[in-house]
């Protein structure tokens, strides 16, 4: 997985390494943007779901990848997140965006340990099931 999507991402505060990623038992890139309006209205439901999941123990990590056009736009909407994000501007985002054939957003994938894609159809899980859905996503995974 690490060849895939890096060494490095950034958290509201910091850098957070790899390491830190692969500890947990599901790992998600989630493709949006700021500008997008249906990604405006899912963001806040994935954001109950990573943090109901994640309660008490921390089990499911989300790398955003943006399609922000400016870096202020990125921070903005970065700013009220709890996951992770390749910082805006890096060339992992065109290549992630190439390599998933990304084709619209907002899009939820859960990768596979090698760093393939293991589900697409996380979006769909986290608006129509909620929490529950995340032992069929560990049992994809593992």
Known sequence: MQSVI?????NRESEVSFAEVERNQVVCLFFTANWCPPCRTFTPILVEFYND??????????????????????????????????????????????KFKVQGIPLL???????????????ADVQTEGPACFDKWYNLVN
Do not use: C, H
């Open 6 to 10: 890096g060494d490095f991402f950034i």
């Open 53 to 98: 999941v994640n309660y008490p123990d921390k089990r499911l990590e989300i790398i955003q990848i943006s399609s922000d056009k400016d870096e202020q736009s990125f921070s903005e909407y970065f700013s009220r997140l709890p996951w992770l994000a390749i910082p805006f501007g890096d060339s992992r985002i065109k290549s992630l965006k190439m």
């Open 109 to 123: 994938m859960l990768l596979n340990k090698d760093g393939t894609m293991a589900y697409g159809l996380g979006r």
